[in-house]
């Protein structure tokens, strides 16, 4: 962890600004003084530098862990913070839109990717069945909707996980998939 990298003394450290604090896409780097000051005046740091509108998304951003509200402001936090309770509630309303051939299934959130590798929390997925010519043709009306909405398909089963979607836009994905219903 970033904390612990700094505790430890590293002159440098770097990390992702969308992966590790839920900003914008940005390199973020943090040491000591002396070490930033001789990377700003590498010929690479003028292309490599933040853009304002970045700038601006990764200050609001980290303004949010100033004022403690991280985990109710930022959706990254919102989403790996929601309660199992909650995702299994948000996981029903949507299976009961598809119908039969829907149901609730324990799964697996991956967190992250290269700045969390294999970091996972546990979800319930709606897992949508029918056979495989059935769940592909599915899973393709959803992403060619209006609003598309993409799951991944394992084991001839479409998965939908309710923890990637924030609670505000649960009417978007039900409308989808009533419409895929029909």
């Keep these: 962890m970033v904390q612990q990298s700094v505790k430890a003394g590293a002159a440098l ?15 973020i780097i943090v040491g000591g003084k002396q070490y930033i000051d001789k990377l700003k005046r590498h010929p690479l740091a003028r292309a490599v530098r933040i853009d304002k509108s970045r700038l601006a998304g990764l200050a ?18 919102r989403m790996i913070t929601a309660t199992l309770e909650d995702v299994v509630k948000r996981a029903g309303r949507w299976a009961q839109a598809l119908g039969p051939v829907a149901r609730v299934i324990p799964g697996e959130t ?19 069945g029918g056979g495989k010519s059935a769940v592909r043709a599915i899973g393709e009306r959803l992403r060619h909707g209006e609003m598309p909405v993409v799951g991944r398909i394992s084991e001839d089963k479409l998965l939908l996980d309710p923890r990637t979607v924030l ?8 409308q989808a998939l009533r419409e895929v219903a029909q």
Excluded: C, N
């Excluded at 450290?13 to 940005?26: I, M, R």
């Excluded at 505000?168 to 039900?174: A, K, M, N």
């Design 13 to 27: 450290t770097f990390f992702s600004g969308d992966k590790l604090v839920g900003g914008p896409q940005a390199g």
């Design 110 to 128: 991956m967190v992250g990717g290269g700045s969390l590798p294999g970091g996972s929390l546990p979800t319930r997925v709606v897992a949508i």
């Design 60 to 77: 609001a951003t980290l303004v949010h862990y100033l004022k403690g509200e991280a985990t109710i402001k930022i959706p990254l936090w």
């Design 167 to 174: 609670p505000e836009e649960d009417s978007i994905v039900l």
